[in-house]
């Protein structure tokens, strides 16, 4: 048989299961037996496995039994539903408290109470109770807006519907994560690739009546808004979840001192395999409210908690190739496409190989067997090469000098502060120039953290490019609709649905405008602190002709390497004429401060010495919370100079030339305190 033969019967195949998937689940009718649903799928699996230039998106090796619906309705989240860091070693576990106690100003010998919890592999919801009875179920969504699936949620017996203990708060947003044991899980494996997509899956179906076959369950960890409740500690807030009637985790503890995070670590680690459910990590949480309100978030993530993953699993594969991809800053990664294997439930075909020197240093090569590790959701990648079963034809990989999509010339960056060259080699045309820069810059530009466009994924990216459709980020919001029509798996739904998407992202925050650029060094963090200090598109904009970038660097938070990183990006033309298109099509909001009319409106600050009691980041925190404005040098537009001890003799002398003024931390503390 010839590969189109082959691939021919191969996917008449996927789609004979998808019919058979749609008539278990969607009309809750199945045609065949499960024993001729696994011989099926095993005869998938089998072609995959013979035939590696078969396996699709659509294999059930890597899709769910079936597809969840889009027609929830959106619901902002009173309080975002955030991510959390991850934490892998003792020494990201001696950092973490590091951080905290740095910005609590709290020396070394301070020990930090933590709220230790297993992390469920699940999805995590949102349940909404209103005088003790539930009157929403939210899905976490992107963080902001989630989808209202209060009556999947009703149909899971572990969630209480009414609640009649007298201290249950009048108005709580009470959160965790649904899952399904491994016992169920092993019921109906072969509908699904993992027990984390069975319960997204059956979480998200049109029918109620389906999900309540699904025998999900639900644990409580957290909330969010609440109304009426005085409790002081995660520790206590769990035992009141419990007294509420919720399951919570039994392996929760408290436990204080990185040493105890680590053997607590271990035994959960060991006990892994007993566990009914899936773990893959603790969750450890500052125990003190108090103190969590204080450390507040950075980004996406909360300082005071942090996700300590378990050790990886990994598997022996080979080597069939190897490919540089292209990053949306230009950067050249190795990735090795190896022949499929199952890695903790997960079949793994690329293994990132990190960059150049990575593959000198363990001489890995095409052909070569190696050892492959996949730890939670980080990308897998190769650890070992296994040299004995090195074959003689096994030539050495020799790394390209150019860049393979635009043929340009490619460099190592000199590291200012290591004083070394970086490791990751870059196409010096790090921008839309550069064929896969730029559907990679594309690519990001839609994801979740930018423009969030519904539906508009890597593959669409991919697709619209082949045809031409898209080439810069404008040409999204000019799309010929009526060419998409008639593509292959569009209908006049899909496009209206599409349509629908792009439109609804037309209005958009500054700080997300300018994250969305894909700016090096700016994530989304630095996007804000740009945003906020820049106030609107026109004033960003307009660095493009001032070029009055050194003005950057008043902004707390942003350096050297950031402020290089804009003047390259400006230097551009075709990023310049980018900004000037989305300025027709889009409305971009100016940034606000969190709350707008705090007792230091209007004011700016700058720190000079040590604060008593409170660290720097937590001053700026509490600057900015109240309206004020950090910057960091000393200039005419300064309002304040906080001196604390030992403070920098010149910043007070130039200040009191230029009449700022001078004060200690007790008068900036009677400020914070006027009005609040
Ligand atoms: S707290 C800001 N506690 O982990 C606090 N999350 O990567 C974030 N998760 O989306 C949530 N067990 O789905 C928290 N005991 C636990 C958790 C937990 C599992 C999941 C949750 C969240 C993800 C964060």
């Given at each position: 048989m010839n590969n189109d033969l082959i691939k021919k019967d191969y996917l008449k195949k996927i789609k004979i299961i998808q019919k058979y998937n749609k008539y278990y689940y969607?009309?809750?009718?199945?045609?065949?037996?499960d024993q001729k649903f696994d011989l099926l799928k095993k005869e998938i699996i089998d072609l995959e496995n013979t035939y590696l230039f078969l396996k699709n998106d659509q294999s059930p090796t890597e899709s769910v039994g079936f597809k969840p619906s889009k027609n929830f309705k959106k619901i902002k989240h009173k309080v975002p539903m955030l991510s959390l860091g991850n934490a892998f070693n003792e020494e990201d576990l001696i950092n973490f408290e590091k951080k905290i106690l740095n910005f609590l100003s709290l020396n070394t010998s301070n020990s930090i109470e933590y709220s230790a919890e297993p992390k469920i592999d699940g999805i995590s919801a949102s349940l909404i109770y209103e005088n003790g009875k539930l009157i929403r179920g939210l899905s976490r969504g992107d963080g902001k807006e989630g989808e209202d699936i209060t009556k999947n949620l009703k149909t899971i017996k572990d969630i209480p519907q009414f609640i009649n203990a007298k201290n249950f708060p009048s108005t709580i947003d009470v959160r965790g994560e649904v899952f399904i044991q491994n016992n169920d899980f092993e019921k109906i494996?072969?509908?699904?690739?993992n027990p984390r997509n069975a319960a997204s899956g059956s979480l998200r179906q049109k029918d109620p009546e389906i999900t309540k076959k699904i025998p999900l369950k639900f644990i409580a960890y957290t909330h969010g808004f609440e109304k009426g409740m005085s409790i002081n500690t995660q520790s206590d807030f769990l035992k009141h979840l419990k007294l509420w009637g919720f399951k919570i985790n039994p392996f929760n503890k408290t436990i204080t001192g990185v040493n105890n995070l680590i053997s607590n670590h271990e035994n959960l680690e060991e006990k892994r395999k007993e566990i009914k459910f899936d773990i893959d990590g603790i969750v450890y949480k500052v125990n003190d409210f108090k103190l969590q309100k204080r450390l507040g978030f950075a980004a996406n993530a909360p300082r005071w908690a942090i996700a300590h993953k378990f050790s990886a699993h990994n598997s022996i594969s080979q080597i069939l190739n190897i490919e540089i991809q292209i990053g949306r800053t230009g950067a050249l990664t190795p990735v090795a496409k190896i022949k499929p294997v199952n890695i903790g439930g997960v079949i793994v075909s690329n293994a990132t190989l990190h960059n150049e020197d990575e593959i000198n240093r363990k001489d890995i090569r095409v052909g070569d067997v190696v050892k492959v590790e996949r730890a939670g959701d980080v990308i897998p990648h190769v650890i070992s090469v296994d040299l004995k079963k090195r074959t003689k034809s096994a030539l050495k990989f020799i790394f390209p000098k150019?860049?393979?999509?635009?043929?340009s010339k490619t460099i190592k960056d000199f590291n200012e502060i290591t004083k070394k060259k970086n490791v990751v080699r870059r196409c010096?045309?790090?921008?839309?120039?550069?064929e896969k820069v730029a559907i990679e810059k594309i690519k990001h530009f839609v994801s979740k953290e930018a423009f969030n466009i519904d539906g508009f994924g890597k593959k669409i990216v991919e697709n619209f490019w082949e045809l031409n459709l898209v080439r810069l980020p404008q040409d999204i919001f000019n799309l010929d609709y009526k060419k998409i029509k008639v593509l292959e798996g569009w209908g006049d739904l899909s496009v209206s649905n599409l349509k629908f998407s792009i439109e609804e992202k037309k209005n958009i925050s500054l700080e997300r405008f300018i994250y969305s650029l894909g700016i090096r060094h700016i994530g989304q963090e630095n996007a804000k602190l740009l945003a906020r200090h820049l106030k609107s598109l026109d004033n960003f904009i307009k660095l493009s002709i001032s070029?009055?970038?050194?003005?950057?660097?008043?902004?707390?938070?942003?350096?050297e390497t950031q402020i290089k990183s804009v003047r390259i990006f400006f230097f551009n033309q075709t990023n310049v004429k980018v900004l000037y298109e989305l300025k027709k099509k889009l409305t971009v909001t100016n940034a606000s401060h969190v709350n707008e009319n705090g007792p230091l409106k209007n004011k700016t600050f700058m720190l000079t010495g040590k604060l008593e009691g409170i660290s720097r980041a937590e001053a700026k925190f509490l600057i900015e919370k109240n309206s004020g404005k950090i910057i960091s040098n000393v200039n005419k537009k300064l309002d304040f100079l906080i001196i604390g001890e030992k403070p920098t003799i010149k910043k007070i002398s130039i200040a009191k030339e230029l009449n700022v003024n001078v004060i200690n931390q007790d008068e900036w503390i009677k400020m914070l305190n006027k009005t609040s």
């Open positions: 969607d009309k809750d009718k199945p045609i065949i037996t494996k072969n509908k699904f690739a150019n860049c393979p999509s635009c043929g010096i045309r790090e921008g839309y120039e550069c070029k009055k970038f050194n003005d950057l660097s008043n902004i707390d938070g942003i350096g």
